[in-house]
């Protein structure tokens, strides 16, 4: 616990911002829910043959994994795209069912002698809808609310992958650098979060069915708060003219992404705004074409091969004068390269190198019958990845390669889970965990220079980011890469403060 609490005060202006966010993206989702679904729960119980479709396809919604919902939503025009739009499209989806249920059920549980003495009373059915069925229906539509509301703030932590904000983003990054610290730092105020917004609404609940008379001072404070706080929320989102970075999953790209971030911090004064774990190539890929980021690193050979699905080649100039001229095409443009190589490396327990006496790839597939390998999702996919890898060396091995998250994959091969993996030769854990990159010695994989890729338009409407940039051309070296991605994976050290102290370095002229 102490270590948590060290982490929320060396990170609290991080911190609120983040709580702030993710007090925004609920109130916001659930205000836009309970404005849809409370007429569509109205029509449900009155004409159900054309409310009933729509419950439907509210609870259909309700069976998509969170996951792939955002991957629906992210390539459609308006409503797609990275950030808090698509984030709120889909938790405002996921909270309509609850909303339009108990609508519907709080409208049909009121006693039929009550509407025959509104209707006796000369009541339209505007009248007795609003001034009697409503007002008895209440309890129970606030606790649709409250379970809407609930469900909103997990979500809202597995929103953080597509850049929405929200404590999901310390979540992300704890399991990049698999860091329980990190982890609880966002997972604990989420579920402090939820447990308040339960208790609150809970509290109104039982205050509107008690008929006290301070119910309506309740609902008032109630609305009172989420417009404080929905205030406070959307103050602390980033400007809208914000140089917008972002980054893949992993520790590396966090790390780049962060450089990318201090070095304009540096040597501009443009207000920068950090969209760091997005996931994996291909939406930070789309995430730039779009104009949702507005930078962030790729490699060459993942761009050669993974997104223009050229064929692997091993010249890294001409590599990188092929990926340039393909940017330049969709209106993105390629930096220098920032000075290191992260080629795919093939990695085994060490102690099991040295027993087999295993140094290059071309020995493996003596051994893989016998052994389990665990790969990423893109590593099985791409041109460049574990199809062409196997063909080419001729592995087989015991079963199908078990499918793991980037950055659990070293752990989980030094635990022994898995015997063979497919990491980033730059990775700081390769050393802390004892573990030996395999030789690729039929020259399989391509040259993967970092390369800072930058939206075209961008460049135009800032011109100083470019000389900004070149402070790091050839600079970042594959041994000051790997050095840093050691003291965040295996040290435990906030990645802006391990980027900052190589800044100064580089400033100093020690690289």
């Known amino acids: 616990m102490a270590a948590l609490f060290a982490f929320w005060g060396s990170h609290a202006a991080e911190f609120w911002r ?31 043959r054309i409310g009933g ?46 909303v339009i249920r108990t609508t519907a059920a709080g409208l049909l549980a009121v006693e039929p002698s009550v509407l025959e003495a509104a209707d006796a009373m000369g009541m339209t059915l505007r009248q007795r809808l609003f001034q009697v069925e409503l007002p008895l229906a209440l309890p129970t539509i606030v606790a649709g609310i409250r379970v809407a509301a609930v469900v909103g703030v997990g979500t809202v932590t597995i ?25 609880l730092a966002g997972a604990v105020p989420a579920a402090a979060l939820a447990l308040l917004l339960d208790g609150a609404l809970l509290a109104l609940e039982r205050s509107i069915a008690s008929r006290k008379r301070h119910a309506r001072l309740g609902v008032s404070a109630a609305a009172v708060t989420a417009v404080i706080l929905g205030g406070v929320a ?54 730039l074409q779009t104009g949702d980021i507005d930078m962030y690193v790729e490699y060459s050979g993942t761009a050669l091969t993974a997104l223009f ?34 080629t795919f490396a093939i990695l085994v327990r060490s102690a099991d190198a040295r027993s087999r006496g295993l140094t290059r790839l071309s020995q493996l597939a003596t051994h893989a019958p016998g052994w389990t390998a665990g790969f990423g999702f893109e590593f099985l996919e791409r041109q460049d990845g574990y199809p062409g890898l196997a063909s080419t060396y001729g592995l087989r091995f015991r079963e199908a390669p078990k499918v793991m998250d980037v950055s659990l994959m070293y752990r989980a091969l ?12 730059t990775a700081g854990l390769i050393d802390a965990l004892d573990l030996t990159v395999l030789e690729d010695d039929r020259k399989y994989f391509p040259p993967y220079d970092a390369i800072p890729v930058v ?20 600079r970042v070296t594959a041994a000051a890469m790997r050095r840093m991605n050691n003291a965040v994976d295996a040290q435990k050290r906030d990645p802006a403060v391990v980027v900052r102290e190589f800044l100064d370095a580089l400033d100093r002229g020690v690289s």
């Open 18 to 48: 983040l709580v702030a966010q993710h007090v925004l993206l609920v109130l916001l989702s659930t205000g836009v829910a309970v404005a849809v679904g409370v007429p569509i729960g109205v029509v449900a119980a009155r004409r159900p």
């Open 53 to 98: 479709p729509l419950a439907a396809l509210a609870s259909l919604i309700q069976t998509v994994p969170s996951l792939a919902l955002f991957g629906f939503l992210l390539p459609l025009p308006l409503i797609g795209g990275i950030g808090a739009r698509t984030a709120l499209v889909a938790l405002i989806l996921y909270a309509l069912l609850p």
């Open 159 to 183: 929103a953080a992958a597509i850049g929405a904000g929200g404590l999901g983003d310390f979540i992300y990054r704890g399991l990049a650098m698999v860091d329980p610290t990190v982890i």
């Open 234 to 287: 959307f103050a602390s989102y980033p400007r809208a003219d914000a140089i917008v970075i972002g980054s893949k999953n992993f520790t590396e790209q966090v790390v780049l992404g962060e450089l990318l971030a201090q070095t304009l911090e540096r040597y501009t004064t443009l207000p920068i705004d950090r969209r760091l774990n997005l996931g994996g190539t291909f939406i930070c890929d789309r995430a």
């Open 309 to 342: 699905k050229q064929p692997v080649r091993p010249d890294s100039s001409a590599v990188l004068e092929d990926i340039r001229a393909r940017y330049a095409a969709t209106g993105r443009t390629v930096l220098p390269p920032l000075g290191f190589n992260n």
């Open 414 to 425: 030094a635990g022994g889970q898995v015997d063979v993996v497919a990491g980033d030769a």
């Open 455 to 474: 939206h075209a338009a961008t460049l135009l409407r800032h011109p100083e980011i470019r000389p900004a940039l070149a402070h790091l051309d050839g």
